[in-house]
């Protein structure tokens, strides 16, 4: 077989996953539509023999070409008016919210979908970018940065006002799926502590994605954090002996933990977690500005 048909081939079985992506960022089915089409267009015009995921790649593509949409829209926003919505590839949630329960399915019906496509449609350009990517898909900050042209920290930020202004202005519905998932996502993080503070690196092991990539800014590796550790049995053994001085945390809106001195919040962490419920990035910001752009909330 050639390998533009191998490519093809990848490419269409790509394509449920990357429509949903158009879909949820521009709400519109021939929008979505015309946004796979041109990232395909991209890839049969991009050498990605050096590419280590075409998952990724065409994600990153796609979303990029989706925000070039978005925000041509301008003042002709008023017109465009979400659709029915459609089953994406993992649904409503799309993979971030890892698994859900009997009650969590029954949130995520043709009501959810409406309603949280007509408030996705009231955010901004990028901030919508940064919530779908990151919350709906799973797709760690450090890869939403270059699309939307700014930091990881920034990235976040975007998300997390995002995700405010969802639960501020959401449906009912909306606002219990938001919530459903942000619990979820608590027991997962608080386990990953739990386990660490115990040194139980078989438990580790099995909350960690096996390529989790754990990155600390420039602040936070000065504090002594490594500046990037990659791999579940790496990342587990660095927190072993280092959990001990962190405690639960909202940071950005999203189930977290922090290292305080007094209060005072000096490195937070943030997770990107999964489909199948399992940590794939870790963030430690230790950036004053980016801390204080987070709004951290320390458990009490």
Known sequence: MADSDSLALEFEALRPHLRGVAYRVLGSSSDADDAVQEAWLRLSRTDVSDVASLRAWLTTVTSRVALN?????????????????ETAAGGVLGGGAGPLGPEDEALLGDEVGAALQ???????PRERLAFVLH?????????????????????RQLASRARRRLRSTSPQAVAASLAARAE????????????????????????LDP??????????????????????????????????GA??????????????VHGKVR???????????????????????????????LAR
């Open 69 to 85: 949409m978005l925000e041509s829209r301008g003042s002709r926003r008023e017109d465009v008016r979400a659709e029915a919505p």
């Open 118 to 124: 007509m408030v996705l449609d009231e955010l901004e």
């Open 135 to 155: 919350d709906l898909f799973a797709v760690p900050f450090d890869d939403i940065a270059p699309v939307v042209d700014t930091t990881s920290t920034a990235a």
């Open 184 to 207: 979820q996502q608590r027991a997962v993080v608080d386990a990953f502590f739990a386990a660490a503070r115990k040194a139980q690196f078989a438990t580790l092991l099995q909350i």
């Open 211 to 244: 390529d989790v990539v754990m990155r600390a800014d420039a602040v936070a590796a000065r504090m002594g954090a490594d500046g990037s550790v990659t791999g579940a049995d790496a990342v587990a053994r660095w927190i072993n002996g280092r959990a001990a």
């Open 247 to 260: 405690v639960p945390a909202t940071v950005g809106g999203e189930p977290g933990a922090a290292w305080a």
């Open 267 to 297: 490195v937070a962490f943030g997770f990107t977690i999964g489909g199948d419920g399992r940590i794939t990035a870790i963030n430690l910001i230790g950036d004053p500005d980016g801390l204080t752009g987070l709004e951290i909330e």
